[in-house]
């Protein structure tokens, strides 16, 4: 997660919402990918911190079934993001503060207890949460 908070960091120095995520290996505890929010630097509404490192992991690996992988990211992911984890079949979902707006994870839609949804990670939240929360507070405080 301290890898994860590092591309929050970057993300909030480049003018983004900081949120960031690695993906990493369990087993070995090799970081696979990183990501840090960029949707406005990319021009590209789908370019949440979540998955740009899953591109990322799947481009490196050749493989879009990214099954065993652990994601840490700093916030509760969106529905968007919810469904690219259950697509990309990853094994574990690690996150820091949750996000009663726009999460879709324990809050809204609860995307992965939908019927709907094809597979579920194991989901472990409130890790650094306080400290993941005080960077999205202090980004957003600075900018009204």
């Known amino acids: 997660m301290r890898i994860a908070l590092q591309a929050a960091q970057a993300a909030a120095a480049a003018g983004e919402t ?5 993906l990493f290996d369990p087993a070995t505890g090799e970081v696979i990918a990183t990501g840090a929010n960029g949707p406005i630097g990319a021009n590209d509404p789908t370019a949440h911190a979540e998955v740009v490192a899953i591109r990322e992991a799947a481009r490196k690996l050749g493989n879009y079934r990214l099954t065993g992988l652990t994601l840490a990211v700093t916030l509760e992911p969106c529905a968007m993001c919810a469904g690219a984890i259950s697509h990309a079949r990853l094994g574990r979902l690690v996150f820091g503060a949750e996000d009663p707006k726009g999460g879709a994870v324990v809050h809204g839609p609860r995307f992965f207890n939908q019927p709907t949804c094809h597979w579920k990670p194991e989901v472990t939240g409130g890790v ?3 400290e993941s ?10 900018r009204r």
């Not at 900081?18 to 690695?22: D, E, K, L, T, W």
């Not at 005080?134 to 600075?142: D, K, P, T, V």
Request: no cysteine; proline share 6%.
């Open 128 to 130: 650094l949460a306080a």
């Open 18 to 22: 900081p949120v960031g995520a690695v």
């Open 133 to 142: 929360a005080e960077l999205l507070r202090s980004f957003f405080r600075a």
